[in-house]
């Protein structure tokens, strides 16, 4: 298995490249050289104990930044080895709050945390290698120690801006109002691996600022971000802290990291951006104002949980993919049961994989033999993370030389690497299979054992046709069967012939059904209008925009007078340019509000692609549209933003050309140009 590693470009100290057990005996003796000199005295016998022996070795002979570590932090370590790991992490916990204080820029923090989660790390490393603490132990100590430097980090950002008049508010215990952090992720679920990778979302209030404060909490806080990606991950040269994650970016220089809670409510509120309502739907508040951070999950539960299913297809194949880190089908089985049991069971959500394995076995969710196994697996490759991390010293999931097999195979207690990879690999493939079948849920198991139906066939027969469930689809299609008795003289057998073969055809069969069975129910005179645009040719076109542009195409039936859009007829006097299209489809006015213009660009963006799928419109004039109404939006939007803050203010936006402008998902590079004024308000 290969494996991701974020490493140093360089090393503090040269380190022998090749991990070599034949020189742990060397090491060992060095070591405790130097932990006598730190002791003042030798700590005789205690050391010679023989699973402090082997520990010893394993360290010295099977990693190489645990051991260089330990060589640098000499009494640190032979504490842990002799004491436990409880006195370091103490002394760790004392070190961190004696920085409530401190002040500086990132690499004044960097330097501050790194020497205080070394210590940290040599001593949980230990316990874990020795056996003192179990893997599960450990993680748990890991996560306290990350939140604890979260706080630290965040405090020491907040008050220095404070101290430089960027940020006008008052520090309550160290912590600024209206600002809290968020874990995701591992770090949410307290299944933290040394190195991270740290799932963090840091929030702030932008409406505790007016006017001039406002703009410059912003600039604050984008230079916060910045510095806390830095503080963690270190400079170029630098052994990490910890690899950062965030939902809202790639974090690029702290890009996504630190975010206005309106930014994130309305993320929240977009119907597409799912991925981030699932990372917030398992997050929690670890560090800074805990009451306001309360507060907003409270208030985003509703935006979260409430309006439709958390999972989607995108969230299905999220949950299907495959990575280099072993963790990664156990994390999905896990994920998958906190987002379709954490509406109705909230400790759900932040539960580890473990708990939640027990916890599905529990209340019914999981086979209890399945929980078990995947528990196990679990706990394994976490393992495997977590012995990789101690030996590089960075973000790894796995070995990635023949030295790093022998290193890693030992750490975890396995004679070879060939055994620990078979071991690795059947768990994995018994995490998918499981995954694999909670996916399918329990109707799956019921189906071997159903008798025979009133058209078995008709079910192989959807389903060969890519449908994914064939039963559930056969009686939707009865449902509209009497949709159509109901009509009126309108037989089915006359809007049916060839359609579910062409929903078959579209990319995505399954949604254009539910998109279809919505139309069918919202409209009153669908069913006779589906049957008029069968004998035009209309319906085919209807069918493949519902099956390949759903998400686009769904704001059409989403109400009765939308709906009625889907059959209009269409043809020569479809627009072929933006311009033309403008003419057709007029902004609302601006007394109308944004909403409406925010529902006029969702209707226009749908109509395009309606009639891009019926072939009524190139692709090159479909493009032409939604850049004009892109521009459109976006001119409407300066103009109620320049309104609103002074209507003769020299501002003017610009838009840069490229490929996709207007595209819906891509990127919109915008600027600003101002003329004349007082600098600052430029």
């Keep these: 298995m290969s494996s991701y590693v974020r490493a140093p470009h360089a090393h503090a100290e040269p380190l022998s490249e090749t991990i070599d057990p034949t020189r742990a005996a060397a090491a060992a003796q060095r070591w405790r050289r ?5 002791l003042g005295q030798d700590p005789g016998a205690a050391l010679d104990e023989p699973r402090r022996m082997l520990a010893m070795l394993k360290v010295f002979g099977s990693t190489r930044r ?10 640190f370590a032979g504490e842990a080895f002799l004491n436990g790991p409880s006195a370091v992490l103490a002394q760790a916990a004392r070190d961190l709050t004696a920085l409530s204080g401190g002040v500086g820029a990132a690499d004044a923090l960097y330097a501050a945390l790194a020497p205080i989660k070394n210590r940290a790390d040599i001593a949980i490393a230990i316990a874990e290698i020795s056996s003192q603490w179990t893997t599960a132990q450990a993680t748990t100590a890991r996560t306290d120690l990350a939140e604890r430097l979260v706080e630290t980090a965040l ?7 404070v101290n430089r ?23 949410s679920a307290e299944d933290l691996a040394p190195h991270g990778p740290l799932d963090l979302l840091v929030v702030y209030n932008a409406d505790v600022f007016d006017g001039q404060a406002k703009r410059m909490a912003e600039r604050a806080f984008i230079r916060i971000s910045a510095e806390l990606r830095e503080a963690f991950e270190g400079k170029p040269g630098d052994y990490p802290i910890y690899a950062v994650r965030t939902p809202l970016g790639n974090c690029v220089n702290g890009q996504g990291l630190v975010e206005s809670a309106a930014r994130v409510t309305a993320a929240l509120s977009n119907p597409q951006q799912n991925p981030v309502k699932r990372w917030c739907a398992a997050s929690r508040v670890v560090a800074g104002d805990r009451r306001t951070g309360g507060e907003f999950l409270e208030a985003a539960e509703e935006l979260i949980w409430g309006k439709g299913e958390l999972l989607g297809e995108n969230g299905r194949a999220e949950l299907q993919k495959m990575s280099d880190d072993p963790r990664q089908p156990f994390r999905a089985a896990a994920n998958l049961l906190r987002w379709s049991l954490g509406r109705s069971r909230p400790f759900f959500r932040a539960l580890s994989a473990r708990e939640v394995f027990d916890a599905g076995a529990e209340t019914g969710a999981v086979p209890a033999d399945v929980a078990a196994r995947l528990s196990v697996g679990a706990e394994l490759a976490q393992t495997i993370v977590a012995r990789a991390q101690m030996m590089k010293g960075a973000a790894a999931f796995g070995a990635a030389t023949a030295d790093e097999e022998g290193a890693l195979a030992s750490l975890c207690n396995y004679s070879d690497y060939a055994s620990l990879a078979a071991a690795r690999d059947g768990a994995i493939a018994d995490a998918r299979n499981a995954l694999v079948r909670l996916l399918e849920g329990p109707r799956a198991d019921f189906a071997r054992y159903r008798a025979a139906e009133r058209n078995p066939d008709d079910v192989d027969k959807l389903q060969d046709l890519g449908f ?11 449902g ?10 309108i037989r089915f057998s006359e809007i049916a012939p060839g359609l579910l073969t062409a929903f078959g055809e579209t990319q995505h069969p399954d949604e254009a059904v539910r998109l279809f069975d919505r139309m069918l129910k919202i409209e009153e005179n669908s069913v006779r209008n589906v049957h008029t645009s069968t004998r035009t040719g209309v319906r085919d076109g209807l069918i493949d925009a519902l099956g390949c542009f759903g998400a686009a195409v769904e704001p059409l039936v989403e109400t009765a007078q939308a709906a009625a859009t889907l059959f209009e007829p269409r043809g020569p006097e479809t627009p072929k340019s933006g311009a033309e299209w403008l003419n057709r489809h007029a902004p609302p006015k601006p007394a109308e509000g944004l909403a409406a213009l925010g529902q006029w660009r969702r209707e226009q963006i749908a109509r395009v692609a309606l009639c891009a799928a019926a072939g009524d419109m190139t692709f090159d004039a479909a493009a ?17 933003a320049r309104e609103s803050v002074d209507p003769a203010l020299p501002v003017a936006l610009h838009m840069f050309d490229g490929p996709a402008r207007g595209v819906p998902g891509y990127n919109a590079p915008l600027g600003f140009i101002a003329d004349g004024g007082d600098a600052e308000k430029r």
């Design 34 to 38: 130097a932990l006598a000199e730190g």
């Design 66 to 75: 645990l051991a260089d570590l330990c060589l640098r932090y000499p009494v």
């Design 155 to 161: 405090g020491w950002l907040v008050r220095g801006a």
């Design 165 to 187: 008049g960027e940020l006008p508010v008052s520090l309550d215990e160290g912590a600024a109002k209206g600002v809290f952090a968020l874990a995701g992720g591992d770090f």
């Design 468 to 478: 994914r469930n064939g039963a559930g689809l056969s009686t939707l299609i009865d």
């Design 480 to 489: 509209w069967a009497e949709l159509c008795a109901a009509g009126g003289d």
């Design 624 to 640: 032409s549209a939604l850049g004009a109404v892109h521009v459109a939006t976006l001119k409407r939007l300066f103009d109620d």
